[in-house]
């Protein structure tokens, strides 16, 4: 199983500001995604982040709001842009083996609030 | 669109008082229905996957079911340490690996 780290782990920011999620993975993974946990709430896909490609958003998110970019089969970012309220919530990273099996591997989160 | 729904919301058990929480599912073909472990501040840990129906998977008191509509994680002479919320998520073909989550059981076992 691969294990996966976040920087940073929790952040509070300004509304208005931008903030980038680093996500690293300890071997090379095939698949990598990003998830939005708001409290109380199921986790929710935002993307999946393609290597030497343009990440796919899913139905809500934009990539002028989230701009993921995946330079390497080790390590992502997430970007949350022009921040507001709405965007506080825990944000995940996570890696799977596109071949299987198909179960993804979770870093242990950020936990962002917007002031 | 493929839909997880879980239950109970909140479990709470006394230490030894053996349960079950539910996972029921609605998704087009199903590739795996994955269980996690999410304890608080903490990402998802991986439990089990379940491919087809009548698959069972065992780790330590957790037992891991699956029928065509649902699943069970049964949980046997639970301790303290297995309070945490319990994930369910449903993966389809030709998904590209997404996984759709229910909400959640949150359990609390107690001395």
């Known amino acids: 199983s691969a294990v996966i780290s976040q920087k940073p782990s929790r952040d509070i920011c300004q509304r208005g500001t931008s903030l980038t999620i680093q996500c690293q993975v300890d071997?090379?993974?095939?698949?990598m995604f990003w998830y939005r946990q708001q409290p109380g709430q199921s986790l929710t896909l935002i993307a999946t982040a393609n290597q030497g490609s343009e990440a796919t958003y899913e139905s809500g998110f934009v990539i002028d709001k989230f701009p993921i970019s995946r330079p390497n089969l080790t390590f992502s970012t997430l970007t949350v842009s022009n921040m507001s309220p709405e965007d506080s919530s825990i944000y995940l990273c996570?890696?799977?083996?596109?071949?299987?099996?198909?179960?993804?591997?979770f870093g242990p989160g950020t936990r962002l609030t917007v002031t | 669109e493929d839909q997880v729904t879980q239950s109970p919301e909140a479990l709470r058990l006394q230490e030894g008082e053996s349960s079950s929480l539910n996972c029921s599912y609605t998704v087009s073909g199903l590739r795996g229905l994955f269980w996690y472990r999410q304890d608080p501040g903490k990402g998802p840990e991986f439990l089990f996957t379940?491919?087809?129906a009548g698959e069972e998977k065992e780790k330590e008191r957790l037992k891991a079911t699956l029928t065509k509509k649902e699943s069970f994680l049964h949980i046997t002479a639970p301790k303290p340490e297995d309070s945490a919320t319990y994930l369910c998520?449903?993966?389809?073909?030709?998904?590209?690996?997404?996984?759709?989550f229910g909400t959640g059981t949150r359990l609390q076992v107690t001395l």
């Open positions: 998520a449903v993966q389809a073909p030709g998904t590209a690996s997404k996984l759709t």
């Open positions: 379940l491919y087809s």
């Open positions: 996570s890696a799977a083996d596109r071949y299987g099996p198909y179960e993804q591997y």
């Open positions: 071997s090379q993974v095939t698949m």
